[in-house]
């Protein structure tokens, strides 16, 4: 049985950084493509960051420059870093995982962004 966790979400004023984490554990044999999505409330999942297993990475625009999406394949592990937080960046966050050739989704982790 495979599961992903995440961690890492809390309270942050704006312009402070968070780093999320998602940790993959089970039978596994093979991750490939990994990502962080989000869901604001009243508003769609959208996808935030996306890392292949070949190394590539992509960004949604409203992100990019200030938070960076890492890997660490030994752990079976996914990282977003994020800083120069906007109250515009509060969602709860998912990480979603190609495992064994599924998706495995886990069960977010809450970021707000207030003062």
């Known amino acids: 049985q495979v599961q992903v966790v995440e961690s890492g979400g809390g309270l942050v004023q704006p312009g402070g950084s968070l780093r999320l984490s998602c940790a993959a554990s089970g039978s596994i044999w093979r991750i490939l493509d990994m990502g962080w999505y989000r869901q604001a409330p009243g508003k769609q999942r959208e996808l935030v960051a996306t890392s292949t297993s070949g190394g590539n990475t992509t960004y949604t625009d409203s992100v990019k420059g200030r938070i960076t999406i890492s890997r660490d394949n030994a752990k079976h592990t996914l990282y977003l870093q994020m800083n120069s937080l906007k109250p515009e960046d509060t969602a709860v966050y998912y990480c979603?995982?190609?495992?064994?050739?599924?998706?495995?989704w886990g069960q977010g982790t809450q970021v707000t962004v207030s003062s």
């Open positions: 979603n995982a190609w495992i064994n050739w599924r998706h495995y």
